[in-house]
Nanobody
Framework: VQLQASGGGLVQPGGSLRLSCAAS????????MTWVRQAPGKALERVSSIGRDGYLTYYADSVKGRFIISRDNAKKTLYLQMNSLSSEDTAVYYC?????????????RGQGTLVTVSS
């Protein structure tokens, strides 16, 4: 199983970014998928989840109305469109299998993408 997030970077407050997660080594279309994030000095947080066909979604209250999760099963890729970003969104973002995945940091070593929101 391989999950590699990309698309992070430095963005100004109020800006947008689109994250991608390339999946391999498992049946992507048969799995619920989730974005989690870890802000500096804080625990991992579940951000957004999506069902197998893309219709069922979940958003944390902190991102509801600003972030949009989507997936392309043919490309085995998960996306997170992030709008109206604020400094509180600064974190390393990871993708994971499952509707409520593990929040153990040891399960996410080296596969995330850093998003920094700063002016």
């Amino acid at each position: 199983v391989q999950l590699q997030a990309s698309g992070g970077g430095l963005v100004q407050p109020g800006g947008s970014l689109r994250l991608s997660c390339a999946a391999s080594g498992f049946a992507f279309s048969g799995n619920y998928m989730t974005w989690v994030r870890q802000a500096p000095g804080k625990a991992l947080e579940r951000v957004s989840s999506i069902g197998r066909d893309g219709y069922l979604t979940y958003y944390a209250d902190s991102v509801k109305g600003r972030f949009i999760i989507s997936r392309d099963n043919a490309k085995k890729t998960l996306y997170l469109q992030m709008n109206s970003l604020s400094s509180e969104d600064t974190a390393v973002y990871y993708c994971a299998r499952g509707w409520v995945p593990s929040l153990d940091p040891d399960d996410y070593r080296g596969q995330g993408t850093l998003v920094t929101v700063s002016s």
